[in-house]
């Protein structure tokens, strides 16, 4: 299925500036021209037999679409949810990862001019200066270079043009968000092309302490972007993209909802809860929150035609990850959950080499390898003096302060195939990828003395690993001072195939999997504007080990790979003389070993991080989308998504009452609202001989879902609905244009998580109404 927002395809070399102004004009040749790159080749999209969406380069700027959050809210099936480290979670017509460690694949992949970014943070910043972006739904694999059971959003950058262009535009709005983005564009010779781009934003803090009136929230931001496209011969085309950013501020504050354990033993008991207001947040001042992240990413491309109908493609990327952050992470003025320190970074290498036909014959397809080689790091340091843990509610009270660190190595080894045979009116697809999976990791979860006593982390250990090892049938130990400077996780399981020591001391642990992912399927096309198709695809995502910091080896254990049959059937209808493009899918998932980030109840701590497998899930949906553009001057659009995700078989810990092994069959997937519904409506039209108006508008709205499995109304993601208005006038030539624009213009409360620590239950709420003016210019 195929939402259609203005968008089409450049060729990788050089961009004409009349390719630009095409990519997103709204002329009567309707949604069926416009062009992809979806399935690696340029096609039509209403010839793509796979449910695609798309949106331009110029939609995205007009509908002020620029954070991940506002993707989400535009791409029918999507969801984004933030999270404890500030890492985004994508859910995709149900099926997502709500882990943050940031070793660990997302079931949504990214790509950047198709080379991945194959981590969820390394994303957050790279949506500017954009030719369009797609998202294509159901597992991939056979054609893209990460295993994905949900799906994969591709941005495609803006390229050079082959004469001279440059822009700018700056955007004034609420809390003094001051947002800036400009590009200058065209030859240095007759065979090299250049485009520099970058975004600088600025905003003042938006969120305001409900006890103590203190402020935070404020965002300071930059990106760059250079590409250079090198044709030196009429069969050879080099592109090198290096592009980064940086994530300077203050992470969103929580708003606490709820107490667990309450008492007089526990600090948070009688805590003022958050009121029903986006701004109104709470937080610990003494830990100084702040964002100090970083990202770069290096992406060299060779394409290179062997004969006029076969070309040799070859894409290295490398990424590098910085991470540099402190947050509140339980939405007190007091330190129950409060992360001084959450840090680490990422170093990826990825190698794709392949070679494919031409797609003008009937026959068309793509054989390549790929290789990747991730390398993660994380690192924490934890402050929970006010929580139960310190009060002495738990097993052995006294300890306040401890952190953590963990490793993982990555690599994979993949071949795959794709392939496309039309006979008459007919289309037969198939597709085919084996994945070898090698991971190992090491973490240590270790105490912090307090600068001014010596706390009993000995006593303690010594207490916890004689409990076990008596439970066990083992001697007695005592754990000595020196040996709590080290590594404190108690093996509980046993490493690498050995029996449990019942000791404190370093996790160990190594995966090694592999899988064969495939996809086949038929398109029809029994006249020009009409396409039905059916696919029918099998696709894994790798297992993973959890950064969490462990009291027991039980909780650092993985999960293993997981995998997803999807049956899927819909069409692309052209109609009333291509003004009405109908689209629409109905489709079956079978979900197998599920990961997501659960709990576990630990005999010292209480309820702790932890991956687990959902050994069975289904989900049931359709899709129906409509365009239509009765006139050149109007275009609007309707789309409505249903889902019915449902766990089939699951015992695991109730977040709530923290009882353990209860039944969950029958409950509802986490991130997966019901309903989603969107519409909105596009103008533009002459006011006079050299100037047109435009304006727009879009309406949102998704029910209910919640945060966990089974979870009761107070880890409930309520339904909501956001309305965004825009408005201006622009040249016609398209060198000027001035809009002025409300996002949530309802001022719709509404939260996109809910989360507990130790003792709190907290949520994120999104921002408020927000409005402000846009001036673009362009020179040519």
């Avoid at 963990?406 to 037969?428: C, H, P, R, S, W």
């Avoid at 696709?539 to 969490?548: D, L, R, T």
């Avoid at 050994?615 to 249903?642: I, M, Q, R």
């Amino acid at each position: 299925m195929s939402t259609a927002l203005a968008a089409t395809a450049l060729p990788v070399g050089f961009a004409s500036a009349q390719e630009a102004d095409q990519a997103d004009s709204a002329t009567p040749r309707g949604a069926a021209d416009i062009v992809v790159t979806a399935q690696k080749r340029e096609q039509r999209l209403n010839d793509v037999g796979l449910a695609v969406t798309a949106i331009g380069g110029e939609a995205l700027q007009n509908r002020q679409i620029s954070s991940l959050a506002d993707i989400a809210q535009a791409v029918p099936g999507l969801v984004f949810s933030n999270s404890a480290s500030n890492t985004p979670v994508y859910t995709l017509r149900g099926v997502g990862f709500n882990d943050t460690t940031l070793g660990s694949y997302p079931d949504v992949s990214v790509y950047l001019d198709e080379a991945p970014l194959p981590f969820p943070v390394m994303t957050k910043l790279v949506g500017f200066d954009l030719e369009r972006l797609e998202v294509l739904k159901g597992p991939q694999g056979t054609l893209f270079g990460n295993n994905a059971t949900g799906g994969a959003i591709n941005y495609i950058a803006a390229k050079p043009t082959k004469t001279f262009e440059a822009g700018g535009t700056i955007s004034y709005g609420r809390f003094n968000a001051i947002d800036g983005e400009a590009y200058v564009s065209g030859p240095i010779s007759d065979t090299l092309g250049v485009r520099i781009a970058g975004k600088a934003t600025h905003s003042d803090d938006w969120q305001r302490s409900y006890t103590t009136d203190a402020k935070t929230g404020g965002s300071e931001n930059y990106a760059g972007r250079i590409i250079l496209a090198w044709e030196p011969t009429d069969r050879l085309r080099l592109n090198l993209n290096v592009n980064g950013w940086l994530e300077k501020g203050k992470p969103p504050a929580l708003q606490l909802i709820g107490v667990l354990n309450p008492g007089p033993g526990n600090p948070v008991t009688g805590y003022p809860l958050a009121p029903q207001k986006a701004r109104a947040a709470d937080f610990s001042t003494n830990i100084d929150p702040y964002l100090d992240n970083s990202m770069w990413q290096a992406i060299g491309r060779i394409d290179f035609d062997i004969t006029d109908d076969l070309t040799v493609t070859s894409l290295t990327s490398y990424v590098d990850y910085k991470q540099n952050m402190a947050f509140d992470g339980d939405g007190t003025t007091l330190n129950n959950a409060d992360f001084r320190f959450f840090g680490g970074g990422i170093k990826s290498f990825s190698q794709e080499l392949r070679i494919a036909n031409g797609g003008g014959g009937p026959f068309r397809y793509i054989v390549g390898l790929n290789y990747s080689d991730d390398r993660a790091r994380d690192r924490s340091e934890l402050d929970y003096r006010d929580s139960t843990i310190n009060t002495g509610t738990a097993a052995f009270g006294g300890i306040f302060r401890s952190g953590f660190r963990a490793n993982q190595n990555m690599k994979n080894y993949a071949a795959f195939a794709n392939a496309e045979y039309d006979i008459g009116d007919l289309t037969v697809k198939g597709g085919v990828r084996y994945t070898k999976s090698k991971r190992d990791a090491n973490s240590c979860f270790f105490g912090i003395p307090a600068e001014d006593s010596n706390l009993p982390f000995a006593p303690l250990y010594t207490y916890f690993a004689n409990l076990l090892r008596s439970q066990n049938g083992l001697s007695p130990i005592t754990v000595t001072p020196e040996q709590t400077l080290g590594c404190l996780t108690i093996d509980n399981t046993g490493l690498l195939g050995e029996d449990p020591t019942f000791l404190p001391g370093q996790f160990v642990g190594k995966l090694n999997e592999d899988n064969v992912s495939w996809r086949a399927g038929i398109d029809y096309k029994p006249r020009p504007g009409i396409l039905l198709y059916a696919n029918v695809a099998k696709g894994y995502k790798a297992g993973s080990f959890p950064s969490v910091a462990a009291s027991t080896t039980q909780q650092s254990q993985p999960v293993r790979q997981e995998s997803l049959q999807s049956y899927e059937a819909g069409f692309k209808l052209s109609l009333i003389d291509r003004t009405l493009q109908a689209n629409g899918a109905v489709f079956y998932y079978d979900y197998r070993n599920r990961q997501i980030r659960s709990k576990l109840l630990d005999p010292n701590f209480g309820p702790l991080d932890v991956l687990v497998n959902v050994p069975k899930s289904d989900v049931k949906g359709f899709e129906l989308e409509l365009t239509s553009n009765p006139a050149d001057w109007f275009t609007a659009y309707a789309n409505f998504t249903y889902l019915d995700a449902k766990v089939k078989r699951y015992k695991g810990l109730n977040p709530e009452t923290l009882a353990t092994g209860q039944d969950f069959s029958g409950a509802k997937l986490p991130y997966t609202p019901k309903y989603q519904i969107s519409t909105g409506f596009s103008v533009d039209f002459p006011i006079n001989d050299s100037v047109n108006g435009f304006g727009g508008a879009d309406l949102t709205y998704r029910s209910q879902t919640n945060a966990f499995i089974g979870a009761s109304n107070l880890f409930e993601i309520k339904d909501y609905g956001t309305l965004d208005l825009r408005a201006g006038i622009k040249a016609q030539d398209d060198r000027w244009s001035f809009q002025i624009w409300g996002k949530n213009v309802t001022n719709s409360y509404y939260w996109d998580n809910v989360a507990f620590f130790f003792d709190t239950v907290t949520r994120w709420p999104a921002r408020p109404a927000t409005y402000g003016a846009t001036l673009s210019v362009k020179f040519r």
